[in-house]
């Protein structure tokens, strides 16, 4: 395995704004689909902070990322921050979600009225 989530990502799809690095290992979707399943939040956000930092760019694929923000938002279901950030990131990528992004967005605010504010989650 490889020693992050984020270095397995770069390894199998790339990074924008890194070289890849030369690996000898194994390198298929479903090895790291499944290290993604079972990582912790804060892995999963590193993931995307450091290959996705603009949240339009990056290679990782869009449904990496839409999995990535759900698998997140499991973890952390009242982080209006990380609803918001999701659904910003699924219109980006949509139409499809549109009506995801807009309950997200529904949720956000009902945890935290008046705000619409888009940062990063401190944790």
């Not at 590193?46 to 990056?58: F, S, T, W």
């Not at 949509?94 to 807009?102: H, K, L, N, Q």
Request: aromatic residues 8%.
């Amino acid at each position: 395995m490889h020693s992050t989530l984020t270095e397995h990502a770069r390894c199998l799809y790339g990074d924008e704004y890194r070289p890849t690095p030369e690996c000898g290992r194994e390198h298929r979707e479903y090895y790291f689909v499944e290290e993604l399943t079972f990582a912790d939040a804060d892995a999963i956000l590193a993931m995307l902070r450091e290959l996705c930092p603009q949240y339009v760019d990056g290679n990782l694929p869009v449904w990496i990322r839409n999995l990535s923000y759900r698998l997140v938002l499991l973890q952390r279901p009242n982080k209006p921050n990380l609803m918001r950030e999701a659904a910003m990131v699924l219109q980006i990528f949509g139409p499809d979600w549109d009506d995801v992004a807009a309950d997200l967005m529904k949720r956000a605010d009902a945890l935290e009225p008046g705000g619409s504010r888009l940062e990063p989650e401190a944790d």
